[in-house]
């Protein structure tokens, strides 16, 4: 697949055989990455711009939105994301909705209603989630590149299991306008491409401040992609209490890395964080109560599939019941509990508290450090039905989530194989609004592993 890069470069009719080429390729293709595949349908399109896969919970004026959740089939957008009117300001177009877990809640995009997504490295396991559409996309090479959300991971751990980059950028720099939000205070739109160059140009075109989103960053802005430098002598961090989660085939590709990044001329630090469990109920309790809150306006009054005709309570049971999947369904009754009468205290308010600590902890590494490097997920991409229980399921995402409680950029990037070929991705978390930082150390990562 030619890169974004490479894109930005075609002419007119060379942009129109593309994305001819791309539907046809979309329609050989057996991965599930676009709900179009998974339903039998011509692949979505806005625009006439080079072509990039949007995850289903970005609007997109005049598409059918559903999240992949039975409870929004039907729901037709009427106007775009700021994000989506950002990539028709640069010459590209919304093409494709990628497939991911119900409402952005999961880890390997397997409680989407539309079936799952297969990962293009071996199709017994898991894209990951919940942006696995889109990672998925990219990897089996029918995208140029993705748009996707993280709020604990979900860019950065299937671009890990597919073997692309993925990052996460800082709070509030990258609008949420149109986005339908899971967790406010953690969500955040990104790139997912085929290397670090495409996410950093990806990243320019969606990044800036925006009135429409009262959470969006009024801070200074200057382009990544034009200063990109791998040559930056940088002084990195590694978590050494984190990786004694990790599988064999992880720490391999952690040891890989640090001697690559000392060998490219970066000195290397190392510094301890929290507990990684008080890390993963903290961010369990913000995000379900968080879900719970927005997850409300889904009642049948106003948005997509409405059931139960005996009353407008029997139509909030049964349009909820009916409409959401379990795993949804878990994380809202876990949000109303933790923010209801009596236990609000002993756990949302303590786990705010935990938040800060892990703010904290991380602003003190990086009065030392430029970067951290630090594992994505505990292993390589999972087998279809490997987690057992919803608990295994967030075990899964140790490494990612503290970065979305901090509010921090960070890049997920191949960095080897296991033994059965599944790629083993890293990732490098920067300072607030350093992602010209956070960009850099990654190229020089990539050059110097020189992952196939």
Request: charged residues 20%; proline residues 4%; negative net charge.
């Amino acid at each position: 697949m030619i890169t974004l890069k490479e894109a930005l470069t075609l002419s007119d009719d060379e942009i129109k055989k593309l994305r001819d080429d791309l539907k046809q390729k979309i329609k050989d293709d057996k991965t599930g990455a676009y709900v179009e595949q998974l339903t039998s349908q011509n692949i979505s399109e806005s625009g006439s711009g080079i072509p990039i896969a949007i995850k289903d919970n970005i609007n997109v004026k005049n598409w059918e939105i559903t999240c992949s959740s039975n409870i929004l089939k039907g729901y037709n957008s009427p106007y775009n994301a700021t994000v989506i009117n950002k990539l028709n300001e640069a010459g590209l177009s919304a093409f494709g909705r990628t497939n991911m877990d119900e409402f952005a809640m999961g880890s390997s995009t397997e409680s989407s209603c539309y079936g799952k997504t297969l990962n293009p490295v071996d199709n017994t396991k898991v894209p990951g989630g919940s942006s696995g559409g889109s990672a998925a996309a990219v990897a089996a090479g029918i995208a140029v590149a993705a748009l996707g959300t993280d709020t604990g991971g979900s860019i950065r751990q299937p671009a890990a299991y597919c073997g692309v980059v993925g990052m996460k950028p800082t709070y509030g720099r990258v609008s949420r306008y149109g986005i339908t939000a899971y967790s406010s205070s953690l969500d955040q739109c990104g790139p997912i491409t085929q290397n670090v160059e495409d996410a950093a140009i990806l990243y320019d075109i969606i990044s800036g401040n925006d009135p429409m989103d009262s959470t969006s960053a009024n801070v200074e802005y200057e382009a990544v992609a034009p200063k990109l430098d791998s040559n930056r002598k940088l002084t990195i961090a590694v978590i050494d209490s984190f990786v004694e989660q990790a599988s064999p085939a992880i720490k391999a590709g952690y040891e890989k890395a640090i001697k690559a990044l000392e060998e490219a001329g970066h000195t290397i630090v190392h510094k301890n964080m929290l507990d990684t469990s008080k890390i993963l109920s903290s961010y369990y309790i913000v995000a379900t109560a968080e879900a719970s809150a927005n997850l409300s306006r889904f009642d049948g009054v106003r948005y997509g599939n409405r059931k139960g005709e005996a009353g407008l309570k029997d139509m909030y049971t049964q349009t909820k019941t009916q409409g959401f999947g379990e795993e949804v369904q878990k994380r809202i009754m876990l949000g109303s509990f933790v923010l209801s009468s009596g236990y609000y205290d002993a756990y949302y308010i303590k786990a705010q508290k935990i938040r800060h600590l892990i703010k904290d902890e991380y602003e003190a590494i990086f009065n030392d450090a430029d970067l951290i490097l630090s594992p994505v997920a505990p292993t390589t991409a999972p087998e279809f039905g490997s987690f057992k229980t919803s608990l295994e399921m967030y075990l899964s995402d140790i490494y990612t989530i503290s970065v979305n409680l901090a509010g921090l950029p960070a890049i997920s990037l191949p960095i080897n194989r296991d033994e059965d070929g599944m790629p083993v991705g890293l990732q490098l978390i920067g300072k607030a609004y350093d992602e010209q930082t956070v960009f850099d150390g990654a190229l020089s990562l990539e050059k110097a592993v020189d992952y196939k």
